[in-house]
């Protein structure tokens, strides 16, 4: 081993409903390797070793998948440096996950959520910790399970600056949008966009007539948009989406286009709803950052925009960088965050 | 035969997507006999003898399995009165149908109707005749089919009275609100409340709580209109559905509340949608009328009351009473509507 070379410091996980993405760090939360496999926690690969189903109870039975999954990832790395502590974030921690780390009350800060990580004791090993999920209480609670680390990863990016208020957002299968600032988180929102336009997609008389298109289709998505914040159809979501069928019907949406007209008129009522919402505050509109999936925050951008929103910084990196931060926090490990990339939107 | 007895004048049928309903009418247009089964336009019966599916022409074979569907359902009625007319209304006459009946202008009347009918030629007996459906024009434009029949059934009913403007409402999968008056259909709105509610139930994270109720929980349903009425939550439908995960995870909405929860906020957004489209109106708020089925009605009904929208009148029996109206119009049959039952909305 060249002690010159950077060494391992930290494994952490990304571990959610539907895939498994595993980093090993150095001692300055640069990645040195990785690993992705499909086990989500709802999608455990079967330990081959194990007794038939029926003779192991359910519990055994649902460690032995999570070994296994951690394992097939991470085992040759834990093996070469069998005393790196192990971090993860996500649905593992959740009440179907390996073991179960109960919300932390929002608002937080990082101190309180490195305070707060669920462990898993290993029999043979260093114990893996886990980031709990925030419950922001209300007439309509609030969760999240993985983006508390995502957003500590974006306030890293921020380090260097003034601590200015930020609204980051995450786009996806159930949209976040979190006020925070510095260290602290300190309100979010939930949208289930991404979730309900799969539904729609896949289940409804409105993806029967959808083409897939080649490339994004901006045009139809604008229109989508447009439905929503011109306020010239005000019966509501429940109502436009039928336009989805009618446009199409009449010659003015081809197939090709629908599900980038239905993303518009899903993303402009995410809008509306988060314009409505930003309206009800006395604060100056905060600088707005995202954080996801390079095309959803492409139209995310347009989008905000065109609510007047102003123009998004783009964070990358993110959940990586908050696992960082909080084994630093937590005293896992010792070193130096480093600021990660933050770019200008350039979506426009 | 006894000349004292009711004689058969009509064979109306209700064919949809997912059924076929069919009636024999007498020269009142009393139902005589009805007959249902499963051959929706989706879902239709294979002909046993016709040549194996490679040998026939799609369309012949499409031909094929209407016939059979028709035969299955009315056979009898047409081997004892092959004179009798037949006249259809719903998604038999769209593009997937046995013959489009190509959509009408609206906004029209009984007459329009009634002149535009489509017929299916048939090689040994009486021709069917298809009520078209209506296609609203504008920057979104509306289409109806199956429900211009229904909407004509309603205002059958209010013959004797005054002629004043009625909301209708019919809600479902796709719910319709219609603008209409004596013989005339002026406007409509669609809201895709019902395929979203299942869609959601059937196909997110939201339904996999939930568990069946043994009766509606209409506190449960009060609860998410309140979400909506209240305007407390201005982020919108996207962001009040996460609420049904929410707080069934902090132990405020048990599994088997969930699913009218969702119905409420769902139900109650179209409300909103509905209120906003009236107060872009001039008019003065119309009598609210409801067609269709009880337990629906009976949601619909607590939530206009609760969006001060009026108590509705509700309507029975309105496609079979449109179908016999068309006739009589279209001159299919000679003899005298009676009104169908409309009473006092009580569920409240």
Chains 1, 2 share one sequence.
């Not at 999954?69 to 921690?93: K, R, S, Y």
């Not at 490195?114 to 309509?140: D, F, K, Y």
């Not at 729609?200 to 298109?213: C, I, V, Y």
Request: glycine content about 10%.
């Amino acid at each position: 081993m060249n002690p010159s070379e950077p060494q391992p410091a930290l494994i952490c996980l990304d571990w959610g409903t539907s895939s498994l993405r595993a980093y090993l760090l150095d001692g300055a939360g640069e990645v040195l390797a990785q690993q992705q496999r499909p086990w989500g926690i709802m999608n455990l690969p079967e330990p081959l070793e194990h007794a038939p189903p029926a003779q192991v109870p359910p519990a055994q039975a649902n460690d032995a998948r999570f070994k296994h999954a951690l394992q097939d990832t991470c085992g040759p790395w834990i093996q070469a440096h069998p005393h790196l502590p192990l971090l993860a974030c996500g649905m593992v921690g959740s009440a179907q996950g390996w073991r179960e780390a109960p919300y932390l009350a929002s608002p937080t800060t990082l101190g309180g959520l490195a305070q707060s990580l669920g462990v898993v004791t290993r029999h043979q090993g260093m114990p893996l910790h886990i980031v709990p999920g925030l419950l922001q209480s209300g007439s309509l609670p609030n969760v999240m399970r993985g983006e508390e680390t995502q957003v500590l990863g974006v306030l890293a990016t921020c380090a260097n600056g003034a601590e200015q208020p930020l609204l980051i957002g995450l786009p996806g299968t159930h949209s976040k949008w979190v006020h925070a600032q510095g260290q602290q988180i300190h309100h979010f929102l939930t949208f289930m966009t991404g979730e309900v336009f799969a539904a729609l997609k896949n289940h409804t008389l409105l993806g029967k007539t959808m083409q897939p298109a080649q490339t994004p289709d901006d045009d139809a998505f604008r229109k989508g948009l447009q439905v929503v914040r011109s306020g010239a159809h005000p019966a509501g979501l429940l109502s436009h989406l039928f336009s989805t069928r009618t446009l199409g019907l009449t010659g003015q949406l081809p197939p090709t286009a629908q599900a980038d007209y239905l993303s518009g008129l899903l993303i402009g009522h995410e809008m509306a709803g988060l314009a409505l919402h930003l309206q009800a505050s006395t604060q100056p509109l905060p600088q707005v950052v995202l954080c996801g999936e390079p095309d959803l925050c492409r139209r995310y951008s347009i989008a905000l925009q065109c609510w007047d929103l102003g123009t998004p910084m783009l964070a990358a990196s993110a959940t990586v960088r908050g696992l960082w931060r909080i084994a630093l926090q937590a005293g896992l490990v010792d070193g130096h965050a480093k600021p990660a990339s933050l770019t200008e939107g350039t979506f426009q």
